[in-house]
């Protein structure tokens, strides 16, 4: 008998919602303001409070903030953004429809994330940019790539989508570049169904990040229908339509009031992992680093096939057939055809993050589980490597 019935089947990365939301969604749904307005600007708000960040643009994805972002910064046909191999296609995808030119440095096979000495092999008189990514809540190390970018000029755009709690020494992910990116997809610590968030240091920089998210539009365009009479606006860009509703604002002001709550949760279930799979032959985080906080956001486990016996899609199908969900973060982004072939990325250029995305599987890590379906996980993980 699997460890769990099929419809007890324990889907990856459900959030935890509760009463709270519920009633904000209601409230917004009772005031006939559905779209962006109050509860948008209020979310905007608490969350630069949490980060500490001086300004912050809500949008309907972190896709879209990441786009707007490079946009912001005027790329250019043939302008270089150099990013990791072993990310999400909407951080590539993003450099792509904003002009640019994704140039992929590879990782560290510890940390997995961007390798600040393989950043520095990539430096071209075309690059422009930097776009870091904080894999599965670990912070990058941000200051030989913030040294790379002062030496050569170069703007930083943070992708933050999994690092919502993450700290290194002592600041916020996301306060370091001139562009910080998070997401609040359903699968995110803090989530809004769809939904992201730019945050920057500049005034003016957030500024053209909200026209150009509604629209090219001048700024407060969303004000126009409200109760201080009908607003006329300019279009002064030609921009796009990413703005977040306060239907999702109204979820995401009350995920945020639980997040260090949630942030605690997340690493109980995280010892418990840790704990249980020592004496596998299976790999699993490294630690943290000094002065940094990890956000949980991805627990990783390695299936090496000459360790285990089996290779991680075998192990995927096995864990399935015991009800238990599994996400795989990320197939490397030169395994994807259509980057392969446009760019001419070959496989051993990325051979790290290669090997990762081959070997690697997020399992369940809500604030929702409960001590039962964490016991069930670490049994059928046991399970299928028998």
Not at 69 to 78: H, I, Q, T, Y
Not at 189 to 202: K, Y
Not at 237 to 264: C, S, T
Request: aromatic residues 8%; proline residues 5%; hydrophobic residues 40%.
């Amino acid at each position: 008998m699997p460890v769990r019935s099929k419809d007890n089947f324990l889907v990856f990365g459900a959030p935890r919602i509760e009463q709270e939301e519920i009633d904000e969604v209601a409230a917004s749904m009772r005031s006939g303001w559905l779209g962006t307005g109050p509860k948008v600007a209020r979310f905007e708000k608490d969350f630069s409070a949490y980060v500490g960040a001086s300004h912050a643009a809500a949008c309907n994805s972190c896709t879209a903030a990441l786009h707007l972002s490079l946009v912001a910064l005027g790329l250019e046909p043939g302008d270089e953004v150099i990013t990791t191999p072993l990310t999400f296609c909407a951080s590539v995808n993003a450099i792509i429809h904003a002009g640019g030119t994704p140039v992929l440095a590879d990782v560290d096979p510890v940390t997995q994330n961007i390798d600040p000495d393989r950043v520095r092999e990539k430096i071209t008189p075309r690059t422009k940019a930097i776009l870091p990514v904080h894999f599965a809540g670990r912070s990058c190390d941000m200051d030989p790539i913030m040294a790379i970018a002062g030496e050569h000029g170069l703007k930083v755009v943070e992708d933050c989508a999994h690092a919502i709690e993450t700290t290194y020494k002592g600041r916020h992910a996301g306060t370091f570049g001139d562009f910080g990116c998070f997401s609040f997809y359903v699968t995110k610590n803090v989530c809004t169904g769809e939904g992201g968030m730019v945050i920057a240091r500049d005034e003016a920089d957030i500024q053209d990040i909200k026209v150009l998210g509604l629209h090219g539009m001048s700024a407060d365009a969303w004000k126009r229908f409200s109760d201080e009479g009908y607003k006329h606006y300019q279009v002064i860009h030609a921009g796009f339509k990413y703005n977040m509703m306060d239907i999702q604002a109204a979820i995401g002001i009350h995920q945020l009031n639980r997040v260090e709550e949630n942030f605690k949760r997340r690493c109980e279930i995280w010892d418990m992992y840790q704990e249980a799979f020592r004496a596998l032959p299976v790999g699993t985080p490294a630690p943290e680093e000094p002065g940094t906080r990890h956000a949980r956001h991805l627990y990783t486990l390695m299936i090496d096939p000459v360790a285990c016996g089996l290779d991680r899609d075998q192990f995927l199908v096995r864990l399935t057939k015991e009800n238990i969900g599994a996400g795989v973060h990320y197939l490397a982004v030169p395994e994807h055809p259509y980057y392969r072939e446009r760019y001419g990325w070959k496989l051993e250029d990325t051979p790290h993050a290669v090997a990762l995305g081959r070997e690697t599987l997020s399992l369940p890590l809500s604030a929702k589980l409960t001590d039962d379906d964490v016991a069930d996980v670490i049994k059928a993980v046991t399970l299928c490597l028998k």
